[in-house]
């Protein structure tokens, strides 16, 4: 099989935000040592960036396409998406300067960290599989582990990260269950793969081991939103957390 760079070409926000985030982190090791403010503005020019980048890409498509053997869609929708995320992201970063100077965290790591997160929802807003979906998530979540443990000294922050660590965790075994039993379902996890075996299964509300999978991916997915009742780790995690 060969390798072709041009497969990636589809996701080629995702992959200028990535490089983006490994240079922001090469500047705050030497270039930007003990000057954060260039590292912050490095930060809002690879967001900047990569949204017009998706941006160009919107203009120049009007249709939906797949890509990285149908595991990765670029829609309308998805390019609104993302380029919501990356402009609430760059609000929320110059939103927060004041008080990562008066916390002490005025730090390049909030940043890398959050770039980090914000790859995550990139990749889950495109994702055509649930592996690469679960990808997303996961990138996403222990990006957000770390931000929430920022403050070392602070033992209600580790507490806090700590919580949320471990039962994040839990809620990934639960969805990677019930996504194992869709794939020993169906042998498939791409999207469109499952929606035309599950539309050919005839009495498929009855059917014991999809009602299993839909709940523990139901579960899982509860677990990491923090939606009722799978709530318990969100007021001490909020309560920990800078």
């Known amino acids: 099989m060969n390798f072709d ?32 403010l260039i590292t912050y503005l490095a930060t809002q020019l690879a967001l900047w960036t990569t949204a017009l980048l998706v941006l160009g890409r919107a203009f120049n ?9 149908g595991m990765y869609i670029v829609d309308g929708l998805g390019d609104i998406l993302k380029i919501s995320i990356l402009l609430i992201s760059s609000l929320a970063f110059a939103y927060s300067r004041k008080y990562l100077r008066e916390q002490n965290m005025w730090r390049g790591e909030f940043f890398v960290l959050g770039m980090a997160a914000i790859l995550g929802m990139l990749i889950m807003v495109s994702g055509y599989n649930l592996l690469v979906l679960y990808l997303g998530l996961e990138l996403l979540a ?60 005839a009495g498929l509300h009855t059917n014991i081991l999809f009602l299993f999978s839909m709940t523990f991916i139901v579960a899982g997915i509860a677990f990491k939103f923090g939606a009722v009742p799978f709530h318990m780790w969100v007021p001490d995690v909020y309560q920990g957390a800078p």
């Open 5 to 36: 760079m041009s497969a990636f070409a589809i996701a080629s926000p995702e992959v200028f935000l990535l490089a983006a985030l490994c240079t922001v982190l090469l500047m705050d090791l030497w270039v930007a040592k003990g000057a954060p």
């Open 61 to 69: 498509s009007d249709r939906a396409f797949t890509g990285l053997g």
């Open 142 to 201: 222990l990006s957000m582990y770390a931000l929430v443990a920022m403050q070392r000294d602070n033992s209600r922050a580790s507490e806090a990260a700590m919580k949320y660590f471990v039962l994040g965790a839990i809620a990934s075994g639960l969805l990677l269950y019930g996504i194992s039993m869709l794939y020993g379902m169906s042998g498939s996890l791409n999207i469109l793969d499952l929606k035309a075996y599950f539309q050919a299964q």
